[in-house]
């Protein structure tokens, strides 16, 4: 089984993490347990009120040791402050959805902040369709196609998305289409760890403001990231996660979040065609959520 959080603290792991990297913070290491400290305290509700210690347990497996004096100055702020902050955005307070992305865009500029601006980018691929749609599709990243149009998912694989929409009785307008990088990776190799860590925030930006209902996570590379878990796929589908994008809570109090699928990428479907099946699964299990029915077929 999957490693989950409770939802509650997932979404202030989350906060923590990102208000860290907002602060220039992006690695956490474990604090040496105090004696008094029992084993069984170690993911109560009450470390809420210690965030960096929790956040240096969950994350210790996939964070190599260092010693750094970043642990001291990451210690020192998260002692500083027991109430999480969360920077303002210029879209906090804009409640038209449509409007509130053009700023995120604005915000987004011709951005330089990973190393995926340097390595042969066209364009930034920002995100497609329905700034009000209740179901969000989220990728890994452009690829040469996405690069060259501005728009992801529009090569094959953007073509086998585009027919899974329809099977859902939708049009690809009615949903909102994005990735965790919105920059190509060269040769479309799976995108860094700390290129997704540093576009990601848009990403959540955009979730957002468009407050949807449901997100589906398109391949483990989208999922690990908007679910800050490490879980093969197998794991990871078949069910609904609850799914708060950090910040979402003060932009909009009255969104309580979405729900999170995970389902094969299409281009993982177009390579192994036979998982096209256990995709439907996922997607029906969606389309049961938001009470769609597929289109029906003609009569003959
Ligand atoms: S991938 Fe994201 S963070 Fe990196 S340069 Fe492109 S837009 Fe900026």
Redesign the pocket.
Known sequence: MPHTLDPELRRALAERVRFCHEMGIYDFYRRERRSSESATSEHSVAQLDDPASFTSQELREEMPARKSAVVTKAAKIADENSIIAITPKPEHGVADPAAALKLIRED?GD???????QQG?KQ?VFGVGNPRAELMFVGE?PGADEDTQGEPFVGRAGQLLNNMIKAMGIRREDVYIANV???RPPGNRT?ERD?CE??SP?LMRQIAVIKPKVVVALGAVAAKNLLAMNASMSELRGRFYDFLPAGARSIDASWEGAKLAVTYHPAYLLRAPRQKGEAWKDLQMVMKFLGLEPPKKPAE
């Open positions: 987004l951005c330089t902040r990973c190393r995926l601006h980018r930034i990243g990088v919105k920059c995108p290129e540093t576009c848009f």
